[in-house]
């Protein structure tokens, strides 16, 4: 294992100190984004491909060895300076794409030396999709591991982190550099391994909660001291610890990580006897049952029992007495049980498989199978189901995405799609956003997008559409929110007797296999927004000759840049490519977000597109705000806590 | 959410094994009835208040329960009145900020430190928010206290209070009976510029007094006092001391009288000062000894015991209320009246009693109104004296008081998590009440008018005036009865008009004669006599005119009265003009009013009508007519009862002897009042001069300009 000796070794588990800042600094720094020091030019970044080219000179003739022999000496170099110098840097990407060149057959280009010289500034580089995101990211995360530094390489989720250590191994180990990777399930001895390599690839779940997992063992002692006495003495809590500290992060899909996974903070738990709970939770939700429709409202993700229901909760706790008869408590179990009754739904927020409630991550569309509710939620909703109980999870630590990457030393990203969010990423994380320019011209086709009132007439016009398309001879991906809707889809297209093949939550056995053939012609795949990200999908023989794929929205995203991830699966890499959105007022989106609109128009027929457009807008921009809030809150509310539980030491 | 029972923070607080620290000590205290108790931590000298369930999870802190067991203990004992989980760790992070709690975990440091680095710009913040009162703690003198305490303790018991009572109340009784003496030339005596020196030299050490008094009062009764230092008050040096100890008194008594301490032992001094001053010599030390009683008694009664600033009566109210933090949670209830009851955010209930709620009410508008008041006054004392730093400070003191809360009104409005859901209703409303003050400021007329003191007075041609010299030789009508106009009311002679009115009588017959027998004779000497007939003739219907006019005829019908006793008027000289006395119309009466410089120009320009009313009896107004004004400034008051002195509004000049100079310059109005009814000369009147209605604004501008006028000479 080539462990290289840390230059940061004075600090046994380097991470940034949480910086909290003043109204001063804040405007400080708000006036800064907006004078515009927080956006770089582009000649700024392009000195990068002058300095890699003249790096490059005499590599190509070198042999391996010495290619290794070179990268580390240049290490050396790089630990002593810094390695943001465009000379060393520039250098170091000149061995890296050399290595790449032959290794994988792949050179850099220069727009990814671009966009990897922007992450080694600490930047989020925007890269349009299919401009090989993942081979801009060993620049970095090469240069930075030959400077010694632990380099984190985040993504998604645990099959692009297999896939990517995998496929860029070669370049890593062509220059002395170890890869390691971490998944889930692995035992913590592997896990520690592949931490302990140069360059680890990893999910941002995973990594989360290792670096939970360390904080516990270091609980709340003062660190550096704690860990040096426990040097001396061999093993102890140093031993015990997974990660190496969090130096240098780049967090591939970083607008997803970083801004969408932000409202849900993390939370590590072990699971409880549960005693008496199990009685209650079942008597609550009789409770629940026994109100009518009047006696509750339904708001954004909660229940709100009204006046006349708090009535009749009354009468029913008295007669049931015990703990019932408290006003208090008995609403609250009744609000979590309503909640678990209505707002909460089957194959929208949740699956049920081998009689086991699995959450859905609403933004990826994916199951989170080691995730559950707070607070009496899952149970109930077990119950609801007729699942088997488990036991109160009891938290162990939690920490919200926020916090966690504003804890790395170095923090770089890159993504698809940034602008709408750069504000954010600038105020919370200090992150400025670069647009690093397409290699080749892209050739997407936008085509007019179809509103409709009702849903029903929405599904016959993509029908429509796909059987089109599918007669034309291209691929068509469409799709869908929730697997629910999915699989509304699937029925209308069996109806049609069209082929096609279903990737969601609830069937994402073939996954790596769907979308490798989503490309091939007349192939028609439905897909939950998985396919979204991260997913490279090749065209078919023949296929760009007729046009390329074809992307069919029928449902927007509560984010604008969710469905630019969408049709960002055509035309990648200068293919060509077309995309549209068949779209229903009668949509969740709508009807939460831009309620007088949905009410008036979703029983309509065909609307006019700039009608649709606008409400569309609203609704978006509507949901954005609110999770951008979300969002804000959160971070204060850490912060709240931080001070209101400081007396409980520096715990998570 | 904020209800729920269970908080996801829990599991960071379940397991700690807190418990207080040892220099804390817990007081148990009865406010209005409602058990609470006060928890005194010793070495911070700070007092925290918690309620009987707070204070049971707090017993229960030993450093061996964990805060689970704590909890689970207090939902067994208060079942659904039990805290919340948030509750707990809120009541803990309390502790924990006030620096009493200790667990088995080292705090987080990178919080303290935020916490005192917040703590310290938070004081220079506040001076420099206020920068009328800035603080500066100097030193420690509990050790002195100490050593003294068997000095001073009996006096704060039975004996003290005997001694204090018949020292101030003999005080009282003395100043009552010299209070000529002591009011006289008053803002002559205060104003002189050394007289202020001398009082700048005072003030501090009468204060430094007054500090030990609450100093003194604290230790007496057990308390201690850390803290000492000094003030700048309107840029004057103040000592002041912290007294908070007393805090933790169980007996309201003694927590009011440590607050009254200092102004008890001012009035004693004053007491003292007053007798000593009746027996010293005209002097510097006389001077001395007044204004120590002038600092000792009013200062201290009309800033300390005032309860809506804040000093010891702000304090004293406090604790005879037993409403703590009156200003505070004054504050915070109209915050809250204002979220919930115009911006319709769902809040929990108010923590208080309907009678706390109405005292905050009451409390809170009061004290605004008066704090931006002084905070004016003061302001513009000080621009008189000092015009640049004066105006600096003021309008220093106006964005503190005014624009600061605005900015952050509307940071509120705009940015408040609070107000999310309610944001467009909030800045609605907002928006509603600012239009609605704003159309009252600016374009609802209101009806307008002029005050002005004057006093029932006879009209200007009512007096009776000798119109020639002589001696009075008799009345014609005795003084009292009713004459009409142009009947003779005295006659005078004039020793040297009748002889000379006889020679002219002989003078013209003797011309007669001579003419008689020239115009024959002798045309020409006939024409000259007839010019020298003539001359005698005007000469003499001259001289009978003045004799005439010595008979004094009543100008009016009416009531004759003599300004002169009768009996001293027959026999006396006479010059010409001179009064002697009037005739009191019988049905119209005239008051004259004095209309100060700043009104004169609106009265003048605008007045539709003029209401008057008596003194006397308030209940009823007439209307009256102007029917003569002076129309230059005046600074002498033609009637003694226009002067402040004499129950009017013009203050005299102390400086003039004369008695009838006036301080400032005056306008004085005469008006007709209706013939229905008898008014009593001398009574005092207030006119109302009515002016169109007019929005407030332009009142507002007027007073604002005018007060620049005056103050700055501009």
Not at chain 1, 139 to 162: E, F, M, Q, S
Not at chain 1, 390 to 405: D, K, N, V
Not at chain 2, 60 to 82: E, K, N, S, Y
Not at chain 2, 228 to 237: A, D, E, K, R, T
Request: with cysteine; charged share 25%.
């Amino acid at each position: 294992m080539a462990a290289a000796g840390s230059a940061l070794a004075g600090a046994a588990y380097p991470e940034r100190d949480e910086a909290r800042e003043g109204k001063l600094e804040r405007l400080v720094s708000a006036l800064r984004y907006f004078s515009g020091a927080a956006r770089t030019g582009r000649q700024s970044l392009e000195r990068i491909v002058t300095a890699t080219e003249r790096g490059a000179q005499d590599l190509e003739s070198l042999s391996d060895a010495d290619l290794r022999e070179r990268a580390g000496r240049l290490g050396l170099r790089l630990r002593r300076e810094q390695f943001t110098d465009v000379v060393l840097a520039g250098q170091a990407f000149a061995l890296v794409r050399e290595a790449a060149r032959r290794r994988l057959g792949m050179r850099h280009f220069d727009v990814q030396l671009i966009g990897g010289w922007a992450m080694l500034n600490g930047m989020l580089a925007e890269m349009e999709t299919g401009e090989g995101k993942t081979l801009t990211a060993t620049l970095t995360a090469a240069t930075a591991a030959l400077a010694g530094r632990a380099v984190h390489v985040i993504t998604v989720n645990d099959y692009l982190a297999g896939r990517d250590a995998e496929t860029m191994g070669p370049v890593y180990e062509a220059l002395g550099l170890s890869v390691g990777r971490v998944v889930h399930g692995q035992d913590p001895e592997t896990r520690r391994k592949a931490y302990r390599c140069d360059v680890t690839y990893c999910s941002n779940k995973e990594i989360a909660f290792d670096y939970l997992r360390d904080r516990r063992v270091l609980g709340g002692k003062p660190r550096v001291i704690a860990m040096k006495v426990d040097g001396l003495g061999g093993g102890g809590a140093s031993q015990r610890l997974l990660l190496r500290g969090l130096q240098f992060a780049i967090v591939d899909e970083a607008d997803s990580v970083l801004v969408d996974e932000a409202r849900t903070p993390l939370i590590l738990s072990t699971e409880s006897q549960h005693g008496m709970e199990e009685a209650l939770y079942g008597e609550a939700l009789e409770l629940a049952r026994e109100l009518d429709t009047d006696d509750y409202e339904l708001r954004d993700k909660g229940v709100q029992i009204t006046d006349r229901g708090l009535d009749r909760l009354e009468t029913l706790g008295e007669a049931r007495g015990g703990i019932w008869r408290g006003p208090r408590r008995r609403e609250q179990l009744v609000r979590q049980a309503l909640s678990a009754l209505h707002a909460f739904r089957r194959d929208k927020h949740y699956l049920v498989r081998d009689g086991k409630v699995l959450i859905i991550d609403e933004n990826t569309g994916r199951l989170m199978p080691d995730r559950s509710w707070e607070q009496g939620l899952h149970q109930l909703i077990e119950m609801k189901e007729g699942c088997e109980v488990t036991g109160r999870r009891e938290t162990l630590a939690r920490i919200s995405y926020q916090r966690f990457f504003r804890r790395y030393l170095h923090l770089a990203g890159m993504t698809g799609t940034a602008r709408e969010v750069a504000g954010e990423l600038w105020a919370v994380y200090r992150l400025r956003v670069a647009r690093v320019p397409t290699n080749k011209p892209g050739r997407r086709l936008r085509e007019a997008d179809r509103v409709f009132g009702r849903s029903d007439l929405k599904w016959q016009a993509a029908v429509a559409r796909i059987a089109e398309l599918h007669a034309a001879g291209r691929p068509v991906l469409v799709g869908t929110r929730s697997v629910a809707a999915s699989e509304t889809l699937a029925a209308h297209l069996e109806e049609a007797g069209l082929p096609f093949r279903l990737l969601n939550a609830r069937q994402d056995r073939d996954e790596a296999e769907i979308v490798a053939q989503a490309g091939e012609a007349g192939r028609i795949t439905v897909a939950t927004n998985m396919a979204g990200r991260g997913t490279d999908i090749r065209l078919g023989a023949g296929v760009a000759e007729r046009g390329g794929l074809h992307v069919i929205a029928t449902e927007l995203n509560d984010s604008k840049r969710i469905d630019r991830q969408l049709f960002g699966r055509c035309a990648r890499q200068g293919d060509p490519g077309s995309g549209e959105a068949i779209l229903a007022i009668e949509e969740d989106l709508v009807t939460s977000y831009f309620p007088f609109a949905g009410a008036r128009l979703s029983q309509r027929g065909r609307l006019p597109l700039w009608l649709g457009r606008v409400v569309f807008r609203v609704a978006q921009w509507r949901a954005e705000r609110a999770f951008s809030r979300m969002r804000r809150d959160l971070l204060d509310l850490d912060d709240y806590l931080g001070d209101v539980l400081a007396f409980a030491g520096r715990g998570e | 959410m904020s209800f729920d029972l269970l908080s996801p923070s829990w599991y960071r607080v379940a397991e700690l094994r807190p418990r207080l620290r040892s220099h804390v000590r817990l007081h148990r205290h009865h406010y209005r009835g409602e058990l609470w108790y006060v928890l005194e931590d010793r070495v911070s000298r700070r007092m925290h208040r918690f309620n009987p369930v707070a204070y049971y999870l707090i017993g229960l802190m030993d450093g061996r329960r964990t805060v689970q067991q704590v909890w689970d203990a207090a939902i067994d004992r208060f079942g659904d009145d039990a805290p919340t989980q948030d509750e707990t760790i809120r009541l803990l992070g309390q502790l924990h900020a006030a620096e009493v709690l200790q667990t088995e975990v080292t705090p987080d440091v990178a919080e303290l430190l935020r916490r005192v680095r917040r703590g310290k710009p938070s004081t220079w913040m506040q001076n420099l928010r206020s920068p009328l009162a800035v603080r500066l703690p100097l030193f420690d003198p509990d050790r002195f206290l100490e050593r003294w305490l068997p000095w001073y303790r009996p006096l704060f018991g039975f004996a003290g209070f005997v001694l204090w009572g018949v020292v101030v109340g003999w005080a009282l009784f003395t100043a009552a009976a010299h209070w000529q003496e002591l009011t006289q030339d008053f803002s002559a005596r205060v104003l002189a510029p050394q007289n202020l020196l001398l009082m700048a030299l005072i003030f501090p050490l009468l204060k430094l007094c007054h500090e030990f008094g609450h100093a003194c009062a604290t230790k007496a009764w057990g308390g201690e006092v850390h803290e000492m230092g000094i003030m700048f008050l309107v840029l004057m040096p103040i000592p002041y001391v912290d007294a908070s100890a007393a805090t933790a008194f169980r007996e309201t008594s003694r927590r009011v009288l440590v607050g009254a301490a200092g102004m008890v032992i001012e009035l004693f001094i004053a007491s003292l000062a007053l007798f000593l001053w009746l027996d010293a010599q005209p002097g510097l030390f006389r001077t001395a000894l007044y204004n120590v009683m002038l600092i000792a008694g009013i200062s201290t009664v009309l800033f300390n015991a005032n309860p809506l600033l804040r000093f010891d009566g702000y304090y004293i109210l406090g604790d005879l209320l037993q409403i703590q933090n009156l200003r505070q949670r004054g504050q915070q209830y109209f915050a809250h009246l204002v979220e919930s009851r115009l911006f319709g955010l769902e809040l929990p209930e108010f923590d208080a009693t309907r009678w706390e709620k109405r005292w905050f009410v009451f409390f809170t508008i009061a004290s605004f109104i008066y704090r931006v008041f002084i905070m004016l006054a003061i302001a513009l004392f000080i621009a008189r004296q000092y015009m640049i730093v004066g105006v600096a400070l003021a309008l220093w003191a106006l964005f503190a008081a005014f624009i600061l809360p605005l900015g952050k009104g509307i940071a509120y409005l705009l940015g408040h998590a609070r107000l999310r859901k309610q944001r467009l209703r909030a800045i609605a409303t907002t928006a509603a009440l600012v239009g609605v003050v704003a159309a009252l400021i600016f374009a609802v007329p209101l009806p307008y008018w002029t005050r002005a003191q004057g006093v029932i007075w006879v009209p200007q041609d009512a007096q009776v005036r000798a119109d020639a010299d002589g001696f009075v030789r008799r009345l014609v009508v005795a003084p009292g009865t009713i004459v009409s106009r142009g009947s003779p009311l005295l006659v005078a002679e004039n020793a040297e008009l009748t002889p000379r009115i006889r020679v002219l009588e002989a003078q013209l017959d003797l011309l007669a004669a001579r003419a008689q027998a020239e115009r024959v004779s002798d045309h020409a000497r006939w024409n000259v006599t007839r010019e020298e007939m003539a001359g005698a003739r005007a000469e003499l219907a001259y001289l009978r005119e003045r004799r005439d006019r010595l008979t004094v005829r009543s100008p009016t019908s009416g009531i004759f009265v003599t300004a002169i006793p009768p009996q001293d008027l027959v026999g006396r000289y006479l010059r010409q003009g001179q009064e002697i006395g009037y005739v009191v119309p019988a049905a119209m009466v005239t008051a004259r009013v004095l209309v100060s410089q700043d009104d004169i120009d609106i009265v003048r320009s605008d007045t539709e009508a003029v209401r008057v009313k008596l003194v006397g009896r308030m209940y009823e107004s007439f209307d009256a007519q102007i029917v003569r004004e002076v129309p230059a400034a005046v600074s002498e008051v033609a009637n003694l009862a226009l002067s402040s002195q004499g129950g009017g509004s013009a203050p005299l000049d102390p400086r003039d002897g004369s008695k009838v100079k006036t301080l400032n310059s005056w306008f004085e109005f005469e008006l007709a009042l209706p013939a229905t009814r008898a008014f009593v000369l001398g009574e005092h009147v207030y006119a109302r001069f009515e002016h169109p209605p007019e929005p407030l604004y332009r009142r507002i501008y007027r007073s604002v300009r005018q007060v620049f006028l005056r103050q700055f000479s501009v």
